[in-house]
């Protein structure tokens, strides 16, 4: 077992592993993609998008609710060691990191939403940046400082509460759903292609 499977899960990583196999092919547009997909997929997938089923994407919300807890508990722990900043500079302290990881989650998001392994190479690495994070405060403020780890604790365990989401049958069907529609519209645009 690889350290990213023991980490972020064996059925997250074969998700995303599957995603880097498939990307290629999708951005070549070429006839390889055409046996990962059907006629009657793309024809299916053509619908306009009222017509279409709507998809749970509450494990994905789940997930992003998950990484800001666990990102502000850590953030509001490294910001403990710097008190005798002015209010002003705690603040922007707190409020950069927090904009920039905001954007990070949005944009993993999007690209998850919209098919691209892009989306999911990004929780993965949201996933691992916050989970070694918390661990390595945990350790420190453990052996070194010696301070309350109750709050590290509750990221930790947030995380743990996400690696589960990010391996359950929810997020990776939403994940396979979005992605087999963007290879089923690439598909049907190669399929039209090597007919004309």
């Not at 070549?28 to 089923?53: C, G, I, N, Q, V």
């Not at 990484?67 to 900043?85: D, E, G, H, P």
């Not at 780890?149 to 509750?154: D, H, I, R, S, T």
């Amino acid at each position: 077992m690889s350290f990213s499977s023991w980490l972020a899960g064996h059925v997250f990583c074969d998700l995303l592993q599957h995603g880097r196999e498939i990307e290629p092919a999708i951005a070549r547009k070429d006839a390889s993609l055409l046996t990962h997909s059907t006629p009657e997929l793309e024809r299916y997938f053509d619908k306009p998008p009222a017509e279409l089923p709507r998809q749970n994407a509450f494990p994905v919300a789940i997930v992003l609710l998950l990484f800001l807890v666990a990102f502000v508990l850590n953030l509001l722990t490294v910001l403990r060691l710097f008190s005798a900043l002015t209010p002003p500079m705690h603040a922007l302290l707190f409020f950069a990191p927090s904009l920039v990881m905001l954007l990070s989650i949005i944009t993993a998001s999007f690209f998850l939403a919209r098919g691209y392994s892009l989306g999911i190479a990004g929780f993965y690495y949201l996933f691992t940046a916050l989970m070694v994070l918390t661990v390595a405060q945990l350790v420190f403020n453990l052996l070194i400082h010696g301070g309350a780890a109750a709050p590290l604790l509750l990221a930790f365990a947030a995380l743990l509460g996400c690696r589960r989401v990010l391996n359950g049958r929810g997020f990776v069907l939403f994940s396979l759903y979005c992605r087999t529609q963007r290879i089923a519209k690439v598909a049907r645009e190669v399929r039209l292609r090597s007919r004309g």
